[in-house]
């Protein structure tokens, strides 16, 4: 065991030296702040190991550093590059030492005070306050050292007003990428050194507060909320909307609205000391686990939330108000009503948002050691007394600020850290701190340190076993006893890296039938991929690292330009809190309100009546305010009169009736469709006599079939009414997702590689015959790949009447398929000026069979182009569900359309699949002269195999013998 004594400060486990202890994070007071913020001057050294201070001298002369806007993280300002590693460290593993090379960079900004800035003589103080650092500062004001510390999403503040003078103050700050603190900051994510939150001067007054702590609980049963708010030091309390004054250390009882994510009712106030007035932002409310059930106001809750990491394209996690403000509007109107901060408490700036707009909020502390797992966790700083000290300063640091915002419901201890002593510690001191909130952790299945069972990427049927606490036992039977009663959360699920997450459905279904499930939180909120020259989005890789883990950093709903993923969409209609159910032909419809604690009365129903996607009447539709988890019967209006033929259905919708902080009225949470006759598709009656196939004009080797003009020899259809095509002909390959590939530790599911490996990226299409008969031209093929057996016989039946083409594809598997096929269906090549789609279908979005909650059907439009959904790393996406029919135009308006029997997943793009599968980045992927369309009679499930459990068997796509066909005809 190395000696951890005589090391230098980076390399020190203790929690640093110089800084005040934490207290609470105020965004206003009427005390004096400066913001240090702006353009600094910045040196990087490749080594820590300089011992020259001189230029912490405020004389130092440095006109010729660079210049470096602060905060940010200088290896995305032009200095250095960032790195990205999921567990790995990116250096030796030998606690807590770390590398020579350490980038080190040295910082200065002169600043005078304002004119008005409180003289020293009337008293007070002055602090020094860093938001976050990573990894490690060494700070000094005038020439004089002031401290250091580590922590990188943690504040820390120092003492200055005796430093401080009216002009040509000198700030200096060493900070170095790499510390003993690095080893405990092991989060999946960019190594993004620097000053890259906040740095402010705040005067103190004499008498200012040092601390306080709003405790505001509230009781259900008679609704009355209790208000104490301690202070140091003392001072009054006032909440002009309730009528309370109160002093501090004074309580209050009396009747309350309380405060939910739902309805996120805050009480204004003030807090007033001798020496400084704090605005007050108080929200009562009380959580409790009880009966095995997390309960908030005495009200089971259920989390439909997201893991979020602080992320920019450009700024890495120096993230500004309205970024934050954007993703939490984002979040709200796509139904997300939880974050969790992983990992590690956000910008304080980030939490009062979350009080405001209404989040329930998991605030995990800034720590993770995850690389010490591939050494079986030996030398786990968190199993290891000499870092004690440093987690409890981390715990501190996390609840000491964060304390007072209502929205955090559970403080998290950290993520993936094994387990260890340090964490019993941690959870010991933050119960003596805060009794309101219970204590989460993912990493001990044991549960020994939390009141909350929590599991990342477990399969839907061992949720399923957990809601019943009927999971397999612990070894030991009190811990077993002990875990079984708790409530039960997935604090990640549904990894949403590249095309999916598949299964969220399933998943929703399993919380709202178990009580103890009480939902989850998707991973993760946002991609990852930093601002390229030439990739667009970068990823691991990208940046020469020697070391890293490619692309699984970008697995958010958000693209990193925070444009929502087709995931989202889904997302956002599986978690609904309304459900709309009922059966169309027979009139019937419920809604059930699967709120916590808001009635319907904020929402507005509509319904309209399409034929073929066409609105034939639309209306709205009366809804009792329903209570939360209460349903109502109503019926739905008669069907109106119209001639117009085809399929019919009702749509309801559920929109906002006012407009919130979040979203305006009108902005749609929850909708269904229902067939509103049992006709279903209609088909189209024939219109002409069947045609037969003709021999072509002597010499051009061609056979005519109504609009179709097919190669005698290949059988290849060549035209179909003038417009040359290619194919179209079977195709089973997809360019792999992230979840086909999934991850080394699931080998039996890498279906990506296993496909690749058997073949279905290079089939051959062995020509067995072209048959034309009387009424049909019959073509016979099989295909299979190279060095198997495994083949699949393909025939294409063409038939015509008048100008429409039919194709009556079979498929028969020959050999024994062990795995599912990535698709099945024809691959059509179009010329390139047919870019316009139409379709009576799914959409507007894409969708695949474990994704397609959020398609709805209808008559939707889109250039092929806007037809792709832009995957940081480019794999198959944009099929769109259950299509009837769907038209290719070109500019003029004509070109083909394609009917299915049965409906079809359609996909078109300007690139050919394997195109597509050699893409490393989106401009990869360059137009070329065909348009490319995959008409599938069936697709493979998606799954969250990148991290996770594979698609459901109901979503397989198993070989089996398939009969499906199109029609083809010339576009109008
Ligand atoms: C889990 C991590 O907690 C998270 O930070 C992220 O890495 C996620 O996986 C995958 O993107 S840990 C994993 C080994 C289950």
């Given at each position: 065991m190395i000696d951890f004594a005589g090391l230098p400060?980076?390399?020190?486990?203790?929690?640093?030296?110089?800084?005040?202890?934490?207290?609470?994070?105020?965004?206003?007071?009427?005390?004096?702040?400066?913001?240090?913020?702006?353009?600094?001057?910045?040196?990087?050294?490749?080594?820590?190991?300089?011992?020259?201070?001189?230029?912490?001298?405020?004389?130092?002369?440095?006109?010729?550093?660079?210049?470096?806007?602060?905060?940010?993280?200088?290896?995305?300002?032009?200095?250095g590059a960032p790195a990205y590693t999921n567990t790995l460290y990116p250096f030796p593993v030998d606690p807590?030492?770390?590398?020579?090379?350490?980038?080190?960079?040295d910082h200065r900004i002169a600043f005078d005070l304002?004119?008005?800035?409180?003289?020293?003589?009337?008293?007070?103080?002055?602090?020094?306050?860093?938001?976050?650092?990573?990894?490690?500062?060494?700070?000094?004001?005038?020439?004089?050292?002031?401290?250091?510390?580590?922590?990188?999403?943690?504040?820390?503040?120092?003492?200055?007003?005796?430093?401080?003078?009216?002009?040509?103050?000198?700030?200096?700050?060493?900070?170095?990428?790499?510390?003993?603190?690095?080893?405990?900051?092991?989060?999946?994510?960019?190594?993004?050194?620097?000053?890259?939150?906040?740095?402010?001067?705040?005067?103190?007054?004499?008498?200012?507060?040092?601390?306080?702590?709003?405790?505001?609980?509230?009781?259900?049963?008679?609704?009355?909320?209790?208000l104490r708010v301690d202070s140091e030091p003392g001072g009054r309390v006032t909440l002009p909307g309730l009528g309370i004054d109160i002093a501090t250390g004074e309580t209050v009882t009396l009747p309350v609205e309380p405060w939910s994510a739902e309805l996120p009712r805050l009480y204004e106030g003030e807090l007033v000391t001798e020496g400084e007035r704090i605005p007050l932002r108080i929200g009562f409310r009380t959580v409790v686990v009880e009966d095995g059930v997390l309960k908030v106001n005495g009200r089971r809750i259920l989390f439909r939330g997201v893991n979020r990491h602080e992320f920019h394209p450009e700024t890495g996690r120096t993230v500004d108000l309205s970024t934050m403000r954007q993703d939490l509007l984002l979040m709200k109107q796509h139904n997300i009503n939880a974050v969790r901060n992983s990992h590690y408490p956000p910008h304080p700036a980030f939490l009062s948002l979350c009080d405001e707009l209404g989040l329930?909020?998991?605030?995990?502390?800034?720590?993770?050691?995850?690389?010490?797992?591939?050494?079986?966790?030996?030398?786990?700083?968190?199993?290891?007394?000499?870092?004690?000290?440093?987690?409890?300063?981390?715990?501190?640091?996390?609840?000491?600020?964060?304390?007072?915002?209502?929205s955090i419901v559970l403080w998290s201890l950290g993520n993936e850290c094994g387990t260890g002593r340090g964490l019993t510690a941690m959870a010991h001191w933050i119960r003596g701190r805060d009794t309101s909130r219970p204590i989460h952790y993912e990493g001990d299945p044991s549960c020994t340190d939390t009141d909350i069972y929590s599991r990342m990427y477990p399969e839907h049927a061992e949720v399923d076993l957990i809601g019943r606490r009927a999971e397999a036992p612990l070894d030991d039977p009190e811990l077993d006893a002990h875990r079984r009663a708790l409530p039960f959360i997935l604090c990640e699920y549904a990894h949403a890296m590249g095309n999916g997450p598949g299964g969220l459905s399933e998943y929703q279904r399993l919380f709202e039938t178990h009580a103890r499930c009480q939902g989850g939180f998707v991973w993760e909120w946002i991609d990852h991929g930093i601002a390229h020259p030439e990739h667009g989005h970068g990823y691991g890789g990208d940046f020469g690292e020697e070391l890293h883990d490619g692309n699984f950093v970008c697995d958010g709903l958000l693209f990193p330009d925070r444009t929502p993923s087709p995931g989202l969409t889904e997302y956002k209609k599986v978690v609904e809190p309304v459900r709309i159910e009922g059966d169309g032909p027979a009139g019937t419809l419920r809604i059930t309100n699967t709120h916590d604690f808001a009635d319907l009365s904020h929402l507005a129903f509509v319904w309209s009546y399409e034929i073929e996607g066409l609105t034939v009447a639309d209306g709205p539709l009366s809804v009792p305010p329903v209570a939360p988890g209460e349903s109502a019967e109503l019926k739905l209006p008669e069907p109106p009169a119209t001639d117009r033929a085809g399929e019919a259905l009702w749509t309801v919708r559920a929109v906002l009736g006012q407009e919130t902080p979040w979203a305006k009225a009108g902005h749609e949470i929850a909708w269904a469709q229902l067939p509103a006759d049992t006709r279903g598709q209609v088909s189209r009656p024939r219109t002409a006599p069947a045609a037969r196939p003709q021999r072509g004009p002597a010499g051009s080797g061609t056979l005519a079939l109504g609009p179709g003009v097919f190669d005698a020899a290949s059988g290849a259809l060549t035209r179909i009414g003038g417009i040359p095509v290619t194919g179209p002909r079977l195709d089973v390959w997809r360019a792999p997702t992230d979840n086909d590939n999934g991850a080394p530790w699931q080998p039996d599911r890498r279906y990506g590689l296993i496909w690749r490996e058997l073949g279905l990226h290079r089939m051959r299409h062995r020509l067995d015959g072209v048959e034309p008969t009387d009424e049909a031209l019959t073509v016979r093929t099989r295909v299979a790949p190279a060095a198997t057996d495994l083949g699949l016989r393909a025939d294409y039946r063409w038939t015509a009447d008048g100008d429409r083409l039919h194709l009556a594809v079979s498929v028969t598997p020959e050999g024994a398929w062990s795995c599912p096929l990535p698709r099945l269906g024809v691959r059509l090549g179009l010329p390139a000026a047919y870019g316009r789609a139409e379709w009576y279908g799914g959409g507007p979005g894409e969708a695949y069979p474990d994704t397609r909650a959020a398609s709805r059907i209808g008559l939707w439009s889109s250039t092929v182009d806007a037809l792709q959904t832009p995957y940081v790393r480019p794999q198959e996406n944009g099929a769109r569900a259950d299509v009837r029919w769907a038209r290719l135009k070109d500019e003029h308006g004509s070109g083909l359309r394609i009917d299915g029997e049965p409906a079809f997943w359609f996909t078109a793009r300007r690139w050919t699949t394997e195109q597509l599968d050699a893409a490393g980045h989106t401009p990869d992927l360059r137009a070329g002269d065909t348009v490319w369309l995959n008409l599938d009679h069936a697709q493979h499930g998606i799954g969250t195999q990148s991290c996770g459990p594979g698609a459901l068997p109901q979503h397989h796509l198993d070989a089996g013998p398939a009969e499906f066909s199109f029609t083809f005809s010339l576009a109008r």
């Open positions: 400060y980076y390399e020190d486990v203790s929690p640093g030296s110089g800084a005040l202890p934490p207290r609470a994070w105020t965004s206003t007071s009427d005390a004096r702040r400066l913001s240090l913020n702006g353009t600094w001057r910045f040196r990087l050294s490749p080594t820590a190991t300089t011992e020259d201070e001189s230029f912490a001298r405020p004389e130092f002369d440095d006109h010729g550093w660079d210049e470096l806007p602060v905060p940010g993280h200088w290896v995305l300002q032009g200095h807590p030492r770390v590398p020579t090379e350490n980038p080190t960079g304002p004119g008005d800035w409180p003289a020293a003589a009337s008293g007070g103080d002055a602090l020094l306050r860093f938001e976050g650092v990573e990894s490690c500062a060494r700070v000094w004001l005038n020439g004089q050292e002031l401290g250091v510390f580590q922590g990188s999403r943690l504040p820390h503040e120092f003492s200055v007003g005796g430093l401080l003078r009216p002009e040509g103050n000198v700030l200096a700050v060493r900070v170095h990428q790499w510390s003993a603190g690095s080893y405990l900051e092991d989060q999946d994510q960019w190594w993004l050194p620097g000053i890259f939150r906040d740095v402010t001067l705040l005067h103190r007054p004499e008498g200012a507060v040092r601390d306080f702590f709003v405790h505001a609980s509230y009781d259900h049963r008679d609704g009355s909320g209790t329930w909020v998991i605030d995990e502390c800034d720590l993770e050691t995850h690389g010490f797992v591939d050494l079986g966790w030996r030398d786990n700083p968190v199993d290891d007394d000499r870092w004690i000290p440093a987690l409890l300063d981390r715990a501190e640091r996390m609840v000491e600020r964060d304390k007072n915002h209502p």
